[in-house]
């Protein structure tokens, strides 16, 4: 009789065994997506919102210099960390990576 449930008890650790390779492939996958999918969100969200906010500069022209300065906050910042910026815009970090990012991508 305890051979059954010793077996079973077995097959069921294998498979769990078994799953947490499957697991690790998931998470693996399923963070490298949200990392795609959020960058992505982030660079048109922050274009349609800083572009029109540039003075002074054609439309298109500010449509470029805003997606270049996503991208060089992207290549800076985690998602956590531009998600908390995004949050304090009127803090003196959030003005500072404005700048430095501004700074790479605005010609003189």
């Known amino acids: 009789m305890r051979k059954l449930p010793l077996a079973g008890l077995a097959?069921?650790?294998l498979f769990l065994l078994g799953c947490m390779g499957c697991c690790t492939g998931f998470t693996e996958g399923f963070t490298q997506s949200f990392n795609q999918s959020f960058d992505v969100s982030f660079r048109?969200?922050?274009i349609d919102s800083c572009a029109p906010e540039v003075d002074g500069m054609p439309a298109e022209e500010a449509r470029r210099t805003c997606g270049c300065m996503a991208d060089v906050m992207l290549t800076k910042y985690s998602a956590t960390e531009l998600l908390k910026l995004s949050?304090?815009?009127?803090?003196?970090?959030?003005?500072?990576?404005?700048?430095e990012a501004a700074a790479g991508c605005v010609a003189p």
Do not use: G, R, W, Y
């Open 11 to 13: 097959l069921s650790s």
């Open 44 to 46: 048109q969200s922050f």
């Open 87 to 99: 949050a304090e815009t009127d803090s003196p970090e959030f003005q500072k990576v404005m700048e």
